[in-house]
């Protein structure tokens, strides 16, 4: 079927006009006239003398080959793919002849706000009656795109999966799928097992109740008889007092070095080893046996400053650094088993920065020959090499690549960048330069859609204009759009390309645009 464009005020029609052989399915035409059904065009019936037409109304509307031409993210393509469905789900309900749909991307048109598809139904007797493979249909739009590589492809391969695992397609279950991987509606299964707070309580408080006697049991009383099982847990800090004793009686060690000591005495140095008291909780819980506890731990920490104290005094401490090569020569150090070795530096001061660039490798040897060795070591000492470099130093210039004079930087392939352009368009609004840098160029104020976007201007439609790169050359498309497209003050026809050339205006609705190529 041949369409053309008709422009009438701010709306653009898609026309077709009947030919001679052409019989009007009356029926078909008054259920879509009278009805508003999802996701079908409307139609506009018109007859003039003898000739008659058909008119959609497709303003601010771009077909599905051009919405497909670029990146197709998940949202697109699941938007369209639900609204072809919903129509030829609608169309069946209506009793429409599916080959009256038009099912090929060129005629079919999509809101870039919404992502929702419009189909065209030609209302006509007598079509050649052709069996659609939907299943065909989709995995051909499927295996044509470029996806988002920033989205998870999970749901491309899982509609390419039903696609080829259905012997028999289904517009109701394909369109499940969509619906579930659109909206998740699978998901609210997950919320139904619930279970009740009360069934969860019971385990956990019973376990600790059956544990209550097995905790109290071995616990001894004073009097050294066990405790009965249903006695109350009050009874619990007194008993804990009187644990040391049947430490007392069950244990018993001497100190190494001094007399055995009194089964009292490590007792207590239990209690001090297990529970330690400050002046502030003495004062706080003041009793005889906290404070005796004090005091034995008191007495326990001089005890062991003293042990401390001794045995520094009768070893020497060295806090002698690891030398390096230089310390080694000015301080000396002692050789085991022989006397120290004192090695006196023979006049200059060492420079303590120079020190730390010594190698450290020679120094675990230690023995006295190579000390003897290291003497003329202090010459490669005094090499400047922390100094700063003297003004005669050269480090080079820049490398001359080309020829080019020394000390210039060389520009690599300078006449090369004089023959390549790059097109822009040149905003008149703003003197804002758009570089052209694909070969489907998007203008218009849907942000999520375009490549360039034009929110202060609310003349300008979603998708408004594209300009397209064909072989070095540059066309203007009007895709649509409800204010026209104007080339050096002529308004443009819709949906088709008109080639640009450097310095040509290109006004889309009040806004005006220089076309230029460098």
């Given at each position: 079927?041949?369409?053309t464009f008709e422009t009438q005020g701010a709306n653009t029609y898609l026309v077709y006009q009947l030919t001679g052989v052409d019989e009007l399915d009356t029926l078909s035409l008054g259920m879509i006239t009278n009805n508003k059904i999802n996701n079908l065009a409307p139609i506009l019936f018109t007859q003039m003398d003898e000739q008659k037409y058909l008119k959609y109304n497709i303003s601010s509307k771009t077909s599905v080959k051009e919405f497909f031409s670029g990146i197709v993210t998940k949202n697109r393509l699941l938007g369209v793919?639900?609204?072809?469905?919903?129509?030829?789900?609608?169309?069946?309900?209506?009793?429409l002849n599916p080959s009256s749909i038009m099912l090929d991307l060129e005629n079919l048109y999509v809101d870039v706000h919404s992502n929702s598809a419009m189909l065209i139904c030609v209302p006509l007797l007598k079509l050649t009656e052709t069996n659609i493979d939907l299943a065909a249909f989709f995995k051909g739009i499927i295996f044509g795109l470029q996806f988002d590589p920033a989205e998870n492809p999970e749901y491309v391969t899982r509609l390419i999966s039903y696609l080829n695992s259905s012997p028999i397609f289904s517009l109701e279950a394909f369109k499940k799928v969509i619906d579930d991987l659109q909206y998740g509606a699978g998901s609210q299964s997950q919320k139904k097992?619930?279970?009740?707070?009360?069934?969860?309580?019971?385990?956990?408080?019973?376990?600790?109740?059956?544990?209550?006697?097995?905790?109290?049991?071995?616990?001894?009383?004073?009097?050294?008889?066990?405790?009965?099982?249903?006695?109350?847990?009050?009874q619990t800090p007194p008993v804990v007092k009187n644990i040391p004793q049947p430490v007392v009686e069950q244990q018993g060690f001497s100190i190494p070095g001094a007399a055995p000591q009194q089964p009292q005495p490590i007792a207590q140095q239990t209690n001090i080893d297990e529970k330690k008291i400050s002046m502030f909780g003495l004062l706080m819980n003041y009793s005889k046996e906290n404070k005796a506890l004090y005091n034995a731990q008191k007495q326990q920490k001089k005890q062991a400053t003293a042990n401390v104290a001794t045995f520094t005094s009768q070893q020497p401490i060295n806090k002698q650094v690891k030398p390096t090569k230089q310390q080694s020569v000015q301080t000396?150090?002692?050789?085991?088993?022989?006397?120290?070795?004192?090695?006196?530096?023979?006049?200059?001061p060492v420079q303590q920065p120079v020190a730390p660039k010594v190698p450290v490798a020679a120094v675990p040897s230690q023995q006295p020959k190579p000390v003897q060795q290291?003497?003329?070591?202090?010459?490669?000492v005094q090499q400047p090499v922390y100094t700063s470099p003297s003004p005669q130093?050269?480090?080079?210039?820049?490398?001359?690549?080309?020829?080019?004079?020394?000390?210039?930087?060389?520009?690599?392939?300078?006449?090369?960048?004089?023959?390549?352009?790059?097109?822009?368009?040149?905003?008149?609004?703003?003197?804002?330069?758009?570089?052209?840098d694909k070969p489907v160029f998007r203008i218009g104020k849907e942000k999520s859609y375009v490549d360039y976007f034009i929110g202060d201007?609310?003349?300008?439609?979603?998708?408004?204009?594209?300009?397209?790169?064909?072989?070095?050359?540059?066309?203007?498309?009007?895709?649509?759009?409800?204010?026209?497209?104007?080339?050096?003050?002529?308004?443009?026809?819709?949906?088709?390309e008109l080639k640009i050339s450097h310095g040509d205006t290109v006004k889309l609705a009040n806004e005006e645009f220089e076309f230029k190529l460098y």
């Open positions: 079927m041949n369409f793919f639900s609204s072809i469905l919903s129509a030829l789900l609608a169309a069946d309900e209506y009793m097992p619930h279970v009740a707070p009360q069934s969860v309580v019971q385990p956990i408080v019973q376990p600790p109740a059956q544990q209550i006697p097995i905790i109290i049991k071995p616990v001894v009383q004073p009097s050294g008889q066990p405790q009965q099982a249903g006695a109350p847990v009050v000396g150090f002692a050789i085991p088993g022989q006397s120290p070795v004192s090695i006196s530096q023979p006049s200059a290291q003497q003329p070591q202090p010459q490669p130093m050269n480090f080079g210039e820049t490398s001359v690549l080309s020829g080019a004079v020394s000390g210039e930087t060389s520009v690599l392939n300078s006449g090369a960048t004089e023959n390549f352009k790059q097109p822009f368009l040149m905003r008149r609004k703003n003197n804002e330069k758009i570089i052209l201007n609310t003349a300008i439609s979603r998708s408004h204009a594209n300009v397209v790169s064909h072989g070095g050359e540059y066309f203007v498309v009007d895709t649509n759009s409800t204010n026209h497209v104007f080339v050096n003050g002529s308004m443009i026809q819709k949906n088709a």
